[in-house]
């Protein structure tokens, strides 16, 4: 459908205007869940879609639909979306293009004059970040039923607030036993997104047709020594779990750097010491190390290893640990017919595309627990992404939502 015009200067307005939702001062971004921040800019975001003519909706977490009426709006919809929470010192494209680049593809095609056979939504997905409470995608899993209400009234933030009060605060108090969406939800999904990494751009290609995002785990694990004082201590009588920790630390690293897949990392994101004095030998380490491939079993394999490796490490230096597994997700996989549909709008918009893996995780892995699923990829500049020189140029931006907008409405039709 070509006749679709992207307005790219009012969505760069409005990114810029979201970006004003800040705990940092620009260009790095914050939004924590459920803080005043995030409630600010979900606030920005529904005064859009009522100024477009949308009507929206918000389940008992936030998750947020934004819907525009089909022609025959008891077929499932077409649905678009991401997320706008963002980590600490990050920057302000990353989830936000596939939220108000799905607001703008609706209102293209609005403004072009036809109205889609099914309706179409653009979904605002709650945390997809695991910031606040540990866990990302906590919106699409629980849209998916991959994380039940005993799960979700477990969680806590590190100081101590639970997640059910925290929500409640921010004013979402329905009961959690009716987030689950079903398998007739919508009838396709496609999220637009940063590719987070320096491959399109490399490459000189504008588009990104995601077939596959990977198998992911996050584990947190505490070791606990023996702590004392560094000079009394004599080495041969130390149970230092911060030692112990780094020795951890290295072998991860090795685990994966050996794997035979290409596709194989593991990352050791945090490492915090106890009590964390120069003079004191450390008591407890906690860590939390991600894991992925775009096979399960072969990220399964690299847990078992790590596991191993774990045991080892402790039985030698003395010292125990617990380990608290996070999530545990199986690889994703995209449908042919919406890969197919996002090619040859590509093409018929004259943009060179290619095929390729996400390495990062998205809400879209839950998503196709309930409904056949792809993405879209633009590039980013280095393929930085998580910090504040994130950076997608207008051209690309307006490229992927046209992509975005035709392929919905074949989709819709």
Wanted: net charge negative; charged share 20%.
């Amino acid at each position: 459908m070509s006749s679709i015009t992207i307005n790219c200067n009012r969505l760069m307005k409005d990114i810029e205007a979201l970006a004003a939702f800040s705990d940092m001062p620009a260009p790095a971004m914050c939004r924590i869940l459920y803080s005043k921040t995030d409630m600010a800019a979900r606030g920005m975001i529904k005064k859009l879609a009522e100024a477009a003519g949308f009507s929206w909706r918000e389940d008992a977490i936030g998750n947020l639909f934004i819907r525009m009426d089909g022609n025959n709006p008891q077929l499932p919809p077409v649905a678009t979306g991401s997320h706008t929470d963002a980590i600490p010192n990050s920057g302000k494209y990353d989830g936000v293009l596939g939220v108000l680049g799905g607001l703008e593809a609706m209102r293209a095609i609005k403004e072009s004059g036809r109205m889609p056979l099914r309706s179409l939504e653009t979904i605002m997905f709650t945390a997809e970040e695991p910031t606040r409470f540990g866990v990302g995608c906590i919106g699409s899993r629980a849209l998916a039923g991959a994380i039940s209400e005993t799960q979700l009234l477990q969680l806590q933030d590190l100081d101590g607030n639970a997640f059910e009060a925290v929500r409640a605060e921010a004013g979402f108090k329905a009961p959690l036993n009716h987030l689950p969406l079903g398998k007739n939800c919508y009838s396709h999904f496609v999220e637009l997104h940063i590719e987070q990494g320096p491959n399109l751009e490399a490459a000189g290609t504008q588009i990104g047709i995601v077939t596959a995002i990977p198998a992911s785990t996050t584990m947190q694990i505490c070791i606990t020594g023996e702590g004392g004082h560094a000079g009394t201590v004599m080495m041969p009588n130390r149970r230092d779990a911060l030692m112990a920790a780094a020795e951890f630390a290295l072998k991860v690293e090795a685990i994966a750097k050996d794997n035979t897949s290409s596709d194989a990392v593991a990352t050791i994101g945090k490492f915090e010491a106890f009590p964390s004095a120069s003079n004191s030998i450390p008591n407890e380490v906690i860590l939390t190390v991600d894991i992925r491939d775009r096979r399960s079993e072969v990220r399964d394999e690299m847990m078992a290893s790590i596991e191993a490796a774990l045991a080892g490490i402790c039985k030698e230096r003395k010292v125990t640990s617990k380990t608290v597994v996070f999530n545990c997700d199986p690889s994703a996989e995209s449908d042919e017919e919406i890969l197919s549909i996002v090619e040859a709008s590509a093409s018929q918009l004259g943009l060179s595309h290619t095929r390729m893996v996400s390495r990062a995780f998205h809400d879209t892995a839950f998503m196709a627990r309930l409904v056949p699923v792809a993405m879209i990829f633009i590039p980013c500049a280095n393929g930085y992404s998580h910090r504040p020189e994130e950076y997608a140029s207008p051209d690309d931006i307006e490229n992927g939502v046209a992509v975005l907008a035709n392929t919905m409405w074949e989709l819709a039709n």
